[in-house]
Nanobody
Framework: QVQLVESGGGLVQAGGSLRLSCAAS????????MGWFRQAPGEEREFVGG????????RIADSLKGRFTISRDNAKNVVYLQMNSLKPEDTAVYYC?????????????????WGEGTQVTVSS
């Protein structure tokens, strides 16, 4: 079992940057593929990015490519989401999630563990 705690959210002006962190408990972090998702009010939870358990394979949602980057540090049990050139439409609660196995999934239903989320608000 793994517990996930997100941090790094906040209020930022359009065009700014934030780096979200997701700290995982336990000694088996490197056995989990990780994902970042976001959910705006009234919207479904959507895939933001995923990273394999080794970090060797990553994917960012097509609409976010060029602005967002996902990475992980298995020695520190942390996964990151770097967000640049933020837009008001990026406003949402951002969640990290873990799934057993090598590869990430773009479906939230594939994940076993979730953090409680961190709010990101981008003002215009």
């Amino acid at each position: 079992q793994v517990q996930l705690v997100e941090s790094g959210g906040g209020l930022v002006q359009a065009g700014g940057s934030l780096r979200l962190s997701c700290a995982a408990s336990g000694r088996t972090f490197n056995t989990y593929a990780m994902g970042w998702f976001r959910q705006a009010p009234g919207e479904e939870r959507e895939f933001v990015g995923g990273i394999s358990r080794s970090g060797g394979s990553t994917r960012i949602a097509d609409s976010l490519k060029g602005r967002f980057t996902i990475s992980r540090d298995n020695a520190k049990n942390v996964v990151y989401l770097q967000m640049n050139s933020l837009k008001p439409e990026d406003t949402a609660v951002y969640y990290c999630a873990a799934r057993s196995g090598t590869n990430y999934s773009m479906s939230p239903r594939a994940y076993d563990y979730w953090g409680e989320g961190t709010q990101v608000t981008v003002s215009s």
